[in-house]
């Protein structure tokens, strides 16, 4: 139980929970992460029988992760010790458990929220929102991404290796499970209001921007590979379209402005692509995700040299169309040109010598960041 100043319904969690042990025979402990708490609750553990684990850090996910790490069970339930969740109905996580899931999810929505216990911000757009990103960035099967009711096995946790501190530790659990191939499934539960009199820890919009950025930045295919390889390719096509003439669709033209707009939109959606994978090495090399076999399998074909020889033809591709334009400048005796005519020259060539400079330098980077990938186990996703 993750705890900090919850002396009004610290001890009646506590009780539940260890009725819940004496009903189902289950031997098991009571675990307290707490926070920092000033109003008591650790005396009040430890009177119950509980035993506490003092946490220095900060956050939601500090005093679980801290509690998880001080727990010496085969298995382990979390959930608030605010009196949201009945303690004393654990027996669908742990019979899940058994059956060899590893981690078990409480879904509020199919076991029923109790009047008063969700706001309807988080009710009808946080909570299916979220989950709803959840299951589309990294398939994973929960429909009920935030619950904070679960249970998972000591192994399972140890293999996760969970980083974060705050409120987005459970969407973490989830996506790291997820990724690693772990056995991920839902039981229904009830959420119940909370006993407090004072105002909940959680905070809706900065909680919920948290949790959305968290995913974003586990997900470099959907920050930045998806838009960037959306905007690499339509600006292709529209300045494939526009190289040869001016267009004209109904009363609109189409011409070298927008070819150069198009030669932008090229550049930053290759950069944004380059991008993705350098921060998916990157997260696998500091244990935030796990291995990719494809990102490996992309070190062994994408070498430094073969990097730095295609940033080369491309570099020399573009300073031949420059030399080009500058020839043809020169039959104008180097006075007024024609835009309509050098731009179309020009633009594809400055492109071409700018992303021939970004392949080479990305392939030296990545060539760094490879050293450490490569000697990482892989490990399907």
């Given at each position: 139980m993750p705890c900090l100043n919850e002396s009004e319904t610290l001890e009646a969690c506590i009780h539940k929970a260890q009725k819940y042990l004496r009903d189902h025979n289950v031997s098991g402990e009571i675990v307290v992460g707490d926070n920092g708490s000033t109003d008591g609750s650790q005396a009040i553990a430890t009177r119950c029988g509980a035993r506490v684990v003092e946490v220095a850090v900060r956050g939601y996910g500090a005093a679980l992760h801290g509690a998880t790490l001080g727990a010496l069970g085969r298995y382990i339930i979390m959930a608030d010790s605010d009196g949201s969740y009945d303690f004393a109905e654990l027996q669908p996580f742990m019979d899940k458990l058994r059956e060899g899931f590893d981690l078990v999810i409480g879904n509020r929505f199919r076991g029923g929220i109790k009047p008063g216990a969700m706001p309807w911000k988080n009710r009808?757009?946080?909570?299916?929102?979220?989950?709803?990103?959840?299951?589309?960035?990294?398939?994973?099967?929960?429909?009920?991404?935030?619950?904070?009711?679960?249970?998972?096995?000591?192994?399972?946790?140890?293999?996760?290796?969970?980083?974060?501190?705050?409120?987005?530790?459970?969407?973490?659990?989830?996506?790291?499970?997820?990724?690693?191939?772990?056995?991920?499934?839902?039981?229904?539960?009830?959420?119940?209001?909370?006993?407090?009199?004072?105002?909940?820890?959680?905070?809706?919009?900065?909680?919920?921007?948290?949790?959305?950025?968290?995913?974003?930045?586990?997900?470099?295919?959907w920050l930045f590979f998806v838009p960037g390889f959306a905007l690499f390719f339509s600006g292709m096509l529209v300045g494939l379209w526009l190289l040869p003439e001016r267009r004209q669709i109904g009363s609109v033209s189409f011409d070298i402005h927008t070819l150069l707009c198009s030669g932008v939109a090229m550049l930053v959606g290759f950069q944004a692509i380059l991008f993705a994978v350098m921060s998916k090495a990157f997260a696998i090399n500091e244990g935030l995700i796990p291995p990719d076999p494809r990102l490996s399998r992309l070190f062994k074909i994408v070498t430094l040299e073969v990097g730095l020889v295609a940033g080369l033809v491309l570099i020399v591709l573009g300073v031949a169309g420059i030399l080009m334009t500058f020839l043809a400048w020169g039959k104008a005796s180097f006075g007024e040109l024609n835009p309509d005519r050098t731009l179309r020259m020009l633009v594809p060539a400055l492109l071409a010598v700018t992303l021939g400079a970004q392949v080479m330098l990305f392939s030296f980077f990545l060539s760094v960041l490879g050293m450490r990938v490569r000697s990482r186990p892989e490990a399907r996703l």
């Open positions: 009808y757009i946080g909570n299916p929102v979220l989950s709803a990103i959840g299951r589309l960035f990294f398939r994973c099967p929960a429909k009920d991404f935030h619950c904070g009711l679960r249970g998972y096995s000591r192994d399972a946790f140890d293999r996760m290796q969970l980083q974060t501190t705050g409120m987005e530790f459970a969407s973490e659990m989830v996506i790291k499970a997820t990724l690693l191939g772990m056995k991920v499934t839902e039981v229904p539960t009830t959420l119940s209001p909370d006993g407090r009199s004072r105002p909940p820890h959680l905070k809706p919009w900065r909680d919920g921007w948290r949790h959305l950025r968290f995913m974003l930045l586990f997900s470099p295919k």
